[in-house]
């Protein structure tokens, strides 16, 4: 079943920023367990389980919700899986019956001063880092399954900027068998991927799938200069924005919703709180029921304080 919708400046009441949603000091929720999924030679990785809240539906029409696993922003230079301003998100989650695990990755561009284009494998490397801990923290929840009650083939990746870059390429690796993804049991694919100002990066020209990716949902800023909303290609190199991928997914055939944010920028990676009505229906819709519901929404909202084209250094420091 295929159903399409296109709407044009739509209004929509949410605020700017899950930052702007949650200026405490404290998280709004603790973790129901911690564990350690990978070593490397830097430093240890850990996650954190946070299981759905007790009373809460866990299922809808007969199926169970999926374990989220979120992978935090922060530009690969600074960030922390149990930040704050992601709390709150994580507790609207478990209250609707959700678990969400947040992943620890190592951070490959801290103490760079300049990123680019022309810094491409300083970028690739960074990228590839995260999605090989991405990776690694799935090995470890496919292997703890029973422990951690997650079904290995109901697992929805999700990212904020650096994060949402790291879920759109995993699923690209995975989807096209890479070396990246051969940790990963022959077979394994995410129920879903949701990005928040992603974007993927190819050494082969245009993107191109060998087996179709799974349902994904993107959120960005037509004015994010940052995560580039469009492309950077030079030659057969290319860093492509949500509207790139979703010009690849329309033109095969593939499940997605994409959520145009006009004359936004970057502040769009953060309004996981804010949005949880369109999660939870591309959840429950296209990965749960498995429809091919087709979104593409262009979003003018005049309650969203823009931030203009903010540089990385702005956004993140030196990174030092």
Not at 14 to 20: E, F, L, P, V
Not at 50 to 70: C, H
Not at 124 to 133: G, L, M, P, S, T
Not at 155 to 165: F, M, N, Q
Request: some cysteine; aromatic content about 12%; hydrophobic content about 40%.
């Amino acid at each position: 079943m295929t159903r399409r919708i296109m709407t044009l400046a739509a209004a929509v009441a949410i605020a700017a920023t899950a930052g702007a949603a949650s200026k405490e000091n404290t998280p709004a929720i603790y973790p129901d367990g911690t564990y350690m999924f990978a070593q490397r030679d830097t430093c240890e990785l850990f996650l954190d389980v946070y299981d759905p809240a007790e009373g809460s539906m866990t299922a809808v029409g007969g199926r169970e919700k999926p374990t989220i696993l979120f992978v935090f922003g922060g530009g690969f230079i600074t960030g922390a899986r149990n930040d704050i301003y992601y709390t709150p998100w994580y507790k609207t989650l478990t209250d609707n019956g959700y678990r969400v695990i947040a992943i620890d990755y190592r951070l490959g561009l801290k103490g760079e001063t300049k990123v680019g284009i022309a810094q491409v494998n300083v970028l690739d490397r960074a990228i590839h880092w995260a999605v090989e801990d991405l990776f690694s923290a799935t090995k470890y929840i496919i292997d703890n399954a029973e422990t951690l009650e997650v079904d290995p083939d109901n697992i929805v990746i999700c990212g904020s900027s650096a994060g949402a870059i790291t879920v759109l390429q995993a699923d690209y690796e995975l989807s096209n068998g890479t070396e990246y993804a051969s940790v990963l049991p022959e077979g394994f694919r995410y129920a879903g991927v949701m990005s928040f100002s992603g974007g993927i990066l190819s050494r082969k020209g245009r993107l191109k799938y060998a087996e179709a990716p799974a349902p994904t949902l993107m959120l960005h800023g037509t004015a994010d200069k940052l995560v580039n909303y469009s492309q950077i290609k030079v030659f057969n190199l290319g860093f492509f924005g949500s509207h790139k991928i979703a010009g690849r997914f329309d033109r095969f055939g593939y499940n997605y919703n994409i959520l145009r944010y006009e004359d936004c920028g970057h502040e769009i990676a953060n309004v996981m709180e804010n949005t949880t009505a369109y999660q939870f229906a591309f959840i429950e819709r296209n990965v749960m029921q498995g429809i091919k519901y087709i979104v593409d929404m262009t979003i003018d909202d005049p309650a969203i304080e823009t931030v203009g084209s903010q540089s990385r250094k702005e956004l993140y420091g030196s990174g030092e």
